[in-house]
T-cell receptor, first 113, second 117 residues
Framework: AAGVIQSPRHLIKEKRETATLKCYPI?????VYWYQQGPGQDPQFLIS???????DKGSIPDRFSAQQFSDYHSELNMSSLELGDSALYFC????????????FGPGTRLTVT | AQTVTQSQPEMSVQEAETVTLSCTYD???????LFWYKQPPSRQMILVIR??????QNATENRFSVNFQKAAKSFSLKISDSQLGDAAMYFC??????????????FGTGTRLQVTL
C-alpha cells in the first residue's frame, strides 16, 4: 500500500539558512499534518491543512511557514534556522472523514550546524 | 487543552510474556479517539491500535489489546506473547473527534519497552 512520502530524508543546514521539507500524502488523503520531534521527546504538532486551507496551528515558530498545494502535497518552509530547530520532522496524512487515523511518513532529519 | 500522561518511562518484558503499558489523559470532551503508536529505532511512527471513545468494547489487534476506562480516563496497552520486534518506544495519543478542524494528535512522553530473551 502507498505510504506518506517525505523528502529529503536527511538535511544539513547552517544557522540562518533556509530549509524546505516536502510531504506527499497517501492518495485520497486530503488532510496533512506536520510534527516536530526533538531528541528524546514526543512529537509536537506544528500545523495542519485540509483541502489546501490551514486548519489548525500549534507551536510553530513565526520563522516557519507551510502550505498545501492543489495536488495535496505540502511543504514546510523554515527560515533563519537555529540550532534548536535540529529535529525529526514528520508529516502525517489522513482522510478528514472516518476513523481519523493519521499515517506518518518516515520523517526528515534536519541538522542545523 | 488535553493532556496525555505516560508514567512509565521504561518497561521490560521477557520474550513470550505479557506486558501492560499505562496511559491516562485529561479532557473535557465526550467524543474523541485514542491511539497507541510504536516508534522503533528506525524512528518511523507506526499505528498500533485505535479506540473510539463512544465504543465500550476494547479494541484488539492480534497480540495488542487495550483496556479503555472512560470514566477513569485510562487507556492501557497490553502486548501478549511479546516478541523481540516489539522493542520500541510506545506513545499514547489523543485526538478530538471535532469535525470542524483537522484535529491534531496530542502525545504522551512515551514508554520505552525492552524485550529480553
Amino acid at each position: 500500500a502507498a505510504g506518506v512520502i517525505q523528502s529529503p530524508r536527511h538535511l544539513i543546514k547552517e544557522k540562518r539558512e533556509t530549509a524546505t521539507l516536502k510531504c506527499y500524502p497517501i492518495p485520497r488523503h486530503d488532510t496533512v499534518y506536520w510534527y516536530q520531534q526533538g531528541p528524546g521527546q514526543d512529537p509536537q504538532f506544528l500545523i495542519s491543512f485540509y483541502e489546501k486551507m490551514q486548519s489548525d496551528k500549534g507551536s510553530i515558530p513565526d520563522r516557519f511557514s507551510a502550505q498545501q498545494f492543489s495536488d495535496y502535497h505540502s511543504e514546510l518552509n523554515m527560515s533563519s534556522l537555529e540550532l534548536g530547530d535540529s529535529a525529526l520532522y514528520f508529516c502525517a496524512s489522513s482522510p478528514k472523514r472516518g476513523p481519523y487515523e493519521q499515517y506518518f511518513g518516515p520523517g526528515t532529519r534536519l541538522t542545523v550546524t | 487543552a488535553q493532556t496525555v500522561t505516560q508514567s512509565q518511562p521504561e518497561m521490560s518484558v521477557q520474550e513470550a510474556e505479557t506486558v501492560t503499558l499505562s496511559c491516562t489523559y485529561d479532557t473535557s470532551e465526550s467524543d474523541y479517539y485514542l491511539f497507541w503508536y510504536k516508534q522503533p529505532p528506525s524512528r518511523q511512527m507506526i499505528l498500533v491500535i485505535r479506540q473510539e471513545a463512544y465504543k465500550q468494547q476494547n479494541a484488539t489487534e492480534n497480540r495488542f489489546s487495550v483496556n479503555f476506562q472512560k470514566a477513569a480516563k485510562s487507556f492501557s496497552l497490553k502486548i501478549s506473547d511479546s516478541q523481540l520486534g516489539d522493542a520500541a518506544m510506545y506513545f499514547c495519543a489523543y485526538r478530538s473527534a471535532d469535525t470542524g478542524t483537522a484535529s491534531k494528535l496530542t502525545f504522551g512522553t512515551g514508554t520505552r519497552l525492552q524485550v529480553t530473551l
